[in-house]
Structure formats: C-alpha cells, structure tokens
C-alpha cells in the first residue's frame, strides 16, 4: 500500500513559476511509473505527465516544454516544475502512484 501527499500549490500570476512535491510512503518497490494529473474548475481530471522507474518523461501537448517532472529516490519524492504558468494551468494536482491518490494540491494562476 502507498500512500500520497501533495504540497506546493498556491496562487502565482501568470508566467510565473511554481514546484509541486508529491511525497510518498509505503511500498513502493512495486511503483513503475508515476503520475500527474490536475482537475481545473469545473472541469473533468486530466493527466498532466509521467515518470517512470527507468526515468523516461512524457508530458500532455498543453505542458510540453513548461513543466518538468522529477523523482528524488533519497526522499520518496516527486516534483513537478512548472514554468511560464498560464492562467488555463489553474487546477487541483494530483499524483498518483500504482492505484492510489493523493488528496491534491491547489494551484490559481493569475492573469
């Protein structure tokens, strides 16, 4: 069993920057990859990028370039960078690992 929590989040006008840290306890032997999803207001959840255990990266079209996805094996933590921040990024992050969520950590981008 994993569990999951979310810092970070908070409110930054637009093109700013913020660093989101997901960390994590339990059994995580068996995590093989690692997620990012984000639920914008009113709006359905959506997956923002991925890491995996051999440290391969994606990211969604609307993040490619601005966010940066990142795991500290030493402190059971993941991170998620996002830069040049737009309005439309403002949502509930969440991270998820295995079948597990995290309770979420809000972020408003200002314009």
């Known amino acids: 069993q994993v569990q999951l929590v979310e810092s970070g989040g908070g409110l930054v006008q637009a093109g700013g920057s913020l660093r989101l840290s997901c960390a994590a306890s339990g059994d995580l032997f068996r995590v093989l990859r690692m997620d990012w999803y984000r639920q914008p207001p009113g709006g359905q959840r959506e997956w923002v990028a991925r890491?995996?255990?051999?440290?391969?990266?994606s990211y969604a079209d609307s993040v490619q370039g601005r966010f940066t996805i990142s795991v500290d094996n030493a402190e059971n933590t993941m991170y998620l960078q996002m830069d040049s921040l737009k309005p439309e990024d403002t949502g509930v992050y969440y991270c998820?690992?295995?079948?597990?969520w995290g309770p979420g950590t809000e972020v408003t981008v200002s314009s």
């Open positions: 998820k690992m295995l079948n597990t």
């Open positions: 890491i995996t255990a051999g440290r391969s990266t």
